[in-house]
Every structure is written in structure tokens, then in C-alpha cells.
């Protein structure tokens, strides 16, 4: 039996923990005694920035990724019923906000080596009534653009990205985010990049970014969001119906620095993606494949695959077995179909979305987090060695972002 006698730390080890620094906390102080602490100056400024960033025409600044990818569904200007087709590897949220936006979900089951929806799959689901796909580049690995936006050519749908995973990432020189339509970032707590909730839309239609802005606000014109430099008394005016889903400054003051920290972040992340590579090397598990060529990775989520019949005891003994070590982890995702409510809902079961299914009950996602010190990740590093050492002696390891069933392996990391 795999049972933990010592654990490897003593206190826990938080996943997703972000890495704060005196800058970020500084601009907070001085936010707050600035007396404007909502949707104002540093807000316009984040924006601004980030659009740079990303090399992106238009970006509106919103107060999470749920409402990005909501409002940009909404400003995608499609019928009630339009069917959207997104992957079964994802959060809950990509989902829920087609529903919320009043459309209907499709699912496409992943390729199984890049874990992000297969281009073959997806078409595969496409009616007369689809209008739409919502592409999520899972982990940070940026999705096959080339195949996707081909489909989406050839059948007029319109694209958003879920870019939730992938600030950072790249594909043939291209940033994530502006492919499509429409790029929703989240600046959730353990993403690349926190403001503590926050979000942001890329888009290259200004009308789109004015609309995004307006719904963000209850609808009202863009001059009550100017609010914070107007001269004189102005009346506004509620053009449309809308949502409060709009940045806070004080959100923004954590962003402007940790947005100057992301490429120094992103190399420490994929420092750590190394040693987690070489350090499993022997051991029975999948580990990631590697980004493919002409692409970057953000390296958001390091995930391994717990298969029991390589690893001697299942995925969710192991996830108990790294917790009583005091190492924090993390589940991305059990599929969609997994859920009580989209079964009953929408009549999904797992079964349909083999590799989605199989990823989510064999994945585990470890401690990727920039903070993490060098003592950290060694802990990490014990804590797998010890749970598999235990249990597994004699398995051998499968190859690298190989699969354990029968699926028909594509060249790996080969751009199609
Ligand atoms: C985090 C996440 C979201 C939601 O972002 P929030 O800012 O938490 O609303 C959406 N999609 C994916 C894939 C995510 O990981």
C-alpha cells in the first residue's frame, strides 16, 4: 500500500501560488490613497500596455475570463441557438459562458498528445447551425491555428480564443489571442499573470472593443466609463442592457507590475519545466509533450498522466499521497461531461470524449508557479519519486506525451 509515513514538507505547499512583489504592493498603497479605486486611470493604462504586449489592435480590460469570453460571445453577434463548438478538456467556465451568452455548447473530444481540441474532431461536429468555435490553447500550448482557421474558413465560423492558459504563447510568430475574433485572458489568481480577478478582450475591430467596454458597464455610453477625466457634468446613458463586469483600478495596479514581470517569469516557469522533465525521466508517467517547432508554450500547467496499471495506484490515491506530503495540487480538468449538470443538461457522457475523459481522470498538474524556490521544486520532485517508488517498482516508463491506450499516435509535436 502507498501510504506516506514521512511527509516530504512540513508546511504546505500552495499551488498556484502567484509571486507578488514590492512594486505590485506599492502601486496598490498608493491606488488606494489615490481615492479612485474602480474602473479608472490605471485601468485605461493596463489595457494599454497589455494591448502592446500582445501586438493587438483593440483590448478591453473586464473583471474576470468568464466575462471576457461572455461579452465576446455577446459581441460576436450570433442568434439564440447558434451551436459553438469547444473542447471537453477545459474549465467550466468555457462553457457556461456560451450558455450564458444565450448560445448552444458543442463538444469536441482533444487530440491526445497536445491535449487542446483535435481540428478533425471539430469539424467532425460541425451542423448547419454552427456559428462559431471556442478554442482553448490548454496548458499553453498554442492550438493547431493553420488546420483550425482553415475549418473556420471553409465553414464561416467565427473564432474566439480562450487564452486563459496562453498569455505568453506564440504559433508561427503569431500571438495567441489574435487569431480570431476575439482573445479572453484571465488574470485569475494562479495565472501567468494576476491581478487577483481580471480579465482582458483582444480584438481588431474597434466597434467590437467599444461594445465589449459598454456591455462591461451596464450598457451605458462610453463616456460615463471616461468618467474619471471629464472637465465638466456630463448625463449618461444606458444604450443597451449590460453586465458589471468591469477592471478595477486597484485590480490594474497588481497588473501594470506584474505584467513588466512576465517574461522573467515565464523563464523561471520553463526552468522548472526542465528539471520536472529530467526528474521524471525514469519514472512510469506521461509527461508533457514538448512545444511543438515554430510555436512557445507559457508554460501554465505542468501535467502528468497517473495511469494505475503503469504507476501501481490511481490518479486520485496519488493526488491524497502528494497532499499528505504538504505538496499542493491540482486537477485540469475531469471533461466536461464529467459534471452532473451537462449530463442532465445536454445529455453529454464522458464515453463520447474518450481522450478527454481518459486525460481527466489519469491527470495531475504540479507546482509550477514562479515563486517556487529551488527547494521547492526538489520537494516536488521527492514527493513524485517517493508516492511512484513505492508502488511501482518494476513498471516501465512510457515515452514522452505517449499514451497508455491505443491511441493512434500523430508525429509528435509536428505542426499539421
Ligand atoms: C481560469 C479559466 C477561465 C476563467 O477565468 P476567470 O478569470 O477565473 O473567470 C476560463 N477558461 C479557462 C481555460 C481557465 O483556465
Redesign the pocket.
Known amino acids: 500500500m502507498n501510504t506516506v509515513k514521512r511527509a516530504i514538507r512540513k508546511d504546505l505547499l500552495v499551488f498556484g501560488s502567484p509571486l507578488i512583489g514590492k512594486a505590485e504592493i506599492d502601486e496598490v498603497n498608493r491606488t488606494l490613497l489615490s481615492g479612485w479605486l474602480s474602473t479608472g486611470p490605471k485601468v485605461a493604462a493596463f489595457e494599454e500596455s497589455f494591448r502592446r504586449y500582445k501586438n493587438a489592435r483593440f483590448a478591453a480590460a473586464v ?7 461572455e461579452l465576446s460571445l455577446i459581441a460576436a453577434e450570433l442568434q439564440p441557438g447558434d451551436e459553438v463548438v469547444t473542447t471537453a478538456l ?5 462553457v457556461n ?1 456560451i450558455i450564458h451568452a444565450g448560445l448552444k455548447p458543442v463538444l469536441a473530444d482533444v487530440d491526445p498528445n497536445t491535449m487542446n481540441i483535435c481540428p478533425e474532431e471539430l469539424e467532425r461536429r460541425i451542423t448547419p447551425r454552427t456559428r462559431a468555435m471556442l478554442l ?1 490553447h ?1 496548458a499553453g500550448r498554442p492550438c493547431e491555428m493553420d488546420a483550425l482557421m482553415d475549418i473556420a474558413r471553409r465553414h464561416r465560423l467565427k473564432i474566439v480564443e ?1 487564452c ?2 496562453a498569455i505568453e504563447s506564440r504559433y508561427k510568430g503569431l500571438a495567441s489571442g489574435t487569431f480570431g475574433d476575439f482573445g ?5 489568481v ?2 501567468n499573470l494576476t491581478t487577483g ?3 482582458m478582450v483582444l480584438t481588431r475591430r474597434k466597434a467590437n472593443a467599444s461594445r465589449i467596454r459598454r456591455m462591461a458597464l451596464h450598457g451605458l455610453s462610453q463616456d460615463a466609463w471616461k468618467r474619471f477625466n471629464q472637465k465638466e457634468y456630463r448625463h449618461y446613458y444606458v444604450q443597451e442592457c449590460g453586465y458589471k463586469y468591469n477592471m478595477t483600478d486597484l485590480a490594474a495596479a497588481i497588473g501594470k507590475h506584474q505584467l513588466k514581470r512576465i517574461e522573467q517569469n515565464w523563464k523561471r516557469r520553463a526552468e522548472i519545466w526542465r528539471q520536472y522533465d529530467a526528474s521524471f525521466e525514469d519514472l512510469p508517467l506521461v509527461t508533457p509533450s514538448r512545444a511543438a517547432p515554430g510555436t512557445r508554450h507559457a508554460y ?1 500547467l505542468y501535467t502528468i498522466l497517473v495511469d494505475e496499471r503503469r504507476c501501481g495506484l490511481s490518479r486520485d490515491r496519488f493526488l491524497d499521497a502528494m497532499v499528505k506530503h504538504n505538496i499542493g495540487v491540482g486537477v ?2 475531469l471533461s466536461i461531461p464529467e459534471h452532473p449538470y451537462y449530463r442532465r443538461e445536454f445529455g453529454w457522457r464522458p464515453h463520447d470524449y474518450p481522450h478527454a475523459m481518459r486525460i481527466g481522470r489519469q491527470t495531475v498538474s504540479l507546482p509550477l508557479s514562479p515563486k517556487l524556490s529551488a527547494q521547492d521544486v526538489q520537494d516536488v520532485v521527492a514527493a513524485v519519486g517517493d508516492i511512484l517508488q513505492r508502488t511501482a517498482s518494476g513498471s516501465r516508463r512510457p515515452p514522452r506525451g505517449a499514451l497508455t491506450t491505443k491511441t493512434p499516435s500523430r508525429p509528435r509535436g509536428g505542426l499539421r
Do not use: I, M, N, P
Open positions: 473583471s474576470s475570463g468568464t466575462a471576457a469570453l477545459t474549465f467550466c467556465a468555457t459562458a482553448v490548454f480562450d486563459a492558459h479572453c485572458f484571465s488574470f485569475y494562479t495565472k480577478e481580471g480579465g501554465h485540469h480538468y
